[in-house]
Each structure stands twice: as C-alpha cells, then as structure tokens.
C-alpha cells in the first residue's frame, strides 16, 4: 500500500487535540511511518502566515484570507506532504483543505467553485486519502471554546458562523462517503477513540490491536 494522505477536521472545540492523540498511538502500535503536521502552518512559511490569519487584530478580506490559506498550503504540499508521501512515510494533517471550504466557503461565503479551483491549482490531484472528520453539536464546540482564554481570530465568531462551518463540513462528507468518516466526537473519550481506531483499521485494512 503506497504511504497514505490522512487529514484531521472538524469545527473549532470538536475535540482535534485529544484525539490527534489516538492516531498517534495508532501509528506507534503498528510502527507504521507517519509524520504530522497542522494548517495553517507545517513550515516555517505556514507557521508566519499562521500567526498573521489567527491574530485577532488582522483585518483581512475574504479573498485574502483564502489566499494566505492556500499560500500556507502551497508551501506546506511542496516541501512537506509531498516529499514525505513519495518517500513511503504517511502523513497525519491537522486540518487540510476541508477546513478552507467549511470556514472561508460556508463561514465566510467565499464561492466553492473559486476554493475548488485554487485546490486543483495548488494541489494538482493530491487529496487526502481519509478524512477523520470529528463531529460535535455547536452547543458542545461553544461550551469548549468558551473555555480558551484568548480566543483566535476565528474562535471569536459567533456561533452563527459555526453552524454554517459544520453544515459545510458535513454535507462534504456526506456527498464522498468513501473519503470521510464522520465520527461523532460528542461521546467519551474511549467510545470517540474506538471509532477513530476503526476508521483507521478499515483504511488501512488491518486488524483491531486486541487482535495483533
Ligand atoms: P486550529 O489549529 O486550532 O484548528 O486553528 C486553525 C484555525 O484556522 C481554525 O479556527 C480553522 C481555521 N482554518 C481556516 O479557516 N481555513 C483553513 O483552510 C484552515 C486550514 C484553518
């Protein structure tokens, strides 16, 4: 099996951090090479343009924040994700280009069809080959983000926002079932755990570590 492309997404407070965790071990236990990394950012490039996009005092328009998004990607793909995938290691990314088309498409309303063109552009045919896709009602992720002290520029928006983020998330997942598994992150930590452990099982074609 060549080294495959696995993205981590969801709305703000759907449990990415603890759960990047479990895929981590999941790697370990298996010692199948993986390396992780994060958008924005992955490079130093991404990391700056991080810095800026999450700052709650940038002013950026939509478009701009689009482009800085794909910018940070860009570089990311290039001297990162690619030249991992073409040398056998799997790569692990928190967040990829659903997040572009969930926050700046249906938070923002940036045309699907611009972001569809950027990611044909920038990406050329790489796309992720599983997208673990958390999931948790806005109630859940309100009450989780509430908890950060210093909110970033996109945890500061209101749960409107939100709403059209997941709704966009969701439908995405819903009209390429075979890339997506949704995983409903509003459960304990074990259950969310079992189901990203299958989700990777299932990919990867591999059996349940109970069984190795
Ligand atoms: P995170 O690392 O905590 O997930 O923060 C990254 C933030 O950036 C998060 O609020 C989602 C946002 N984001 C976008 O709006 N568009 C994108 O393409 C990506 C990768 C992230």
């Not at 999941?26 to 810095?51: D, M, Q, S, Y």
């Not at 997040?99 to 611009?114: E, I, L």
């Amino acid at each position: 099996m060549q080294a495959q492309f696995i993205t981590l997404d969801g709305i703000d407070g759907a449990g990415k951090s603890t759960n990047l965790a479990v895929i981590q071990n999941w790697f370990e236990t298996r010692n199948l090479p993986v390396l992780f990394t994060r958008e924005p950012g992955g490079t130093p490039v991404g990391e700056a343009l991080r810095k800026i996009l999450l700052n709650p005092a940038t002013q950026a328009g939509l478009r701009t924040e689009t482009l800085m998004m794909f910018a940070a990607r860009c570089q990311h793909i290039e001297s990162v994700i690619a030249p991992a995938l073409a040398r056998g290691t799997n790569v692990v990314s928190d967040r990829f280009t659903d997040a572009t088309f969930a926050y700046q498409g249906g938070g923002r309303g940036v045309p699907p069809a611009d972001i569809a063109a950027l990611e044909n552009w920038v990406q050329g045919s790489l796309r992720p080959d599983l997208t673990i896709l958390l999931d948790v009602p806005l109630k859940v992720s309100m009450q989780r983000i509430g908890r950060n002290r210093k909110k970033d520029r996109f945890e500061q928006e209101e749960a409107a926002f939100f709403t059209r983020v997941r709704a966009a998330y969701l439908n995405r997942a819903a009209a390429d079932p075979g890339r997506y598994a949704v995983i409903d992150s509003n459960r304990t930590h074990e259950a969310v755990q079992q189901s990203i452990e299958a989700a990777l099982n299932k990919h990867f074609r591999l059996r349940p570590k109970s069984l190795l």
